[in-house]
């Protein structure tokens, strides 16, 4: 079930009847505050974003969201930001907070909603494989991921980043394939995203490597 925050009505319309054309069970929020009470009384499988709310704005409400999702062991859901605004520090606050997709106004429905099934379809993919490579055990399906024993708090995108880099076992995953599998295309934002993954993964960061003029490997020999 996807929930759409959205405060704009023919914007909000749009959205939410493409999806449903798509085959998409949609809830519709109109402002923050209705979008985190939808958030503690149902299970989504994803949340479409709006960065300018009434009451409670977007990025209070993803950092409410993500500090929830911290508190539990369930599926954390996606988070795909949609905004007006082009600053490049809107996209770079969005991802800070966990956000998974940013995607600009104005935009094509028809974009979105493939948007939409491509980070589901991932999501279903991811949660089908575990791997146990040295010190690092991705546990898919109970979406868990630790280094020597210790559980790691990362996002549904790091999680991702670190399964791309998994299935390669070791050999050297190019930035614009983590970005087209992963970001949507967005390679600006993968070097960021991997950043942020070393510093979580703390002392074991170095099981990322990076491979010059390539991308990134996993030494799995770490």
Do not use: N
Request: charged share 30%; no cysteine; aromatic share 4%.
């Amino acid at each position: 079930m996807v929930l759409v925050v959205e405060d704009d009505p023919p914007t909000a319309a749009s959205m939410v009847r493409a999806l449903k054309r798509a085959g998409h069970r949609v809830e519709l929020a109109v402002d923050g505050q209705l979008a985190l009470e939808a958030l503690q009384r149902e299970a989504f499988d994803l949340v479409i974003l709006d960065l300018r709310l009434p009451r409670t704005d977007g990025l209070e409400v993803l950092e409410v969201l993500r500090g929830a999702d911290r508190q539990r062991t369930s599926r954390e859901v996606g988070v795909l930001v949609v905004s007006a605004s082009t600053e490049l520090e809107s996209r770079l606050r969005s991802f800070a907070l966990g956000a998974d997709d940013f995607v600009p106004k104005p935009f094509w429905t028809e974009e979105l909603v493939a948007r939409v099934e491509r980070r589901l379809a991932r999501d279903r993919e991811l949660a089908e494989e575990t791997w146990v490579l040295g010190s690092l055990e991705l546990d898919a399906e109970a979406l868990r991921v630790r280094v020597d024993g210790a559980t790691l708090d990362l996002t549904v995108t790091e999680r991702a980043l670190l399964g791309e880099l998994a299935r390669a076992r070791g050999a050297a995953v190019p930035r614009e394939t983590l970005a087209a599998r992963v970001l949507d295309g967005q390679s600006r934002t993968v070097d960021s995203h991997v950043a942020r993954l070393r510093r979580k993964l703390g002392a074991a960061g170095p099981l990322v490597r990076t491979v010059w003029g390539i991308g990134y490997r996993l030494a799995v020999d770490a």
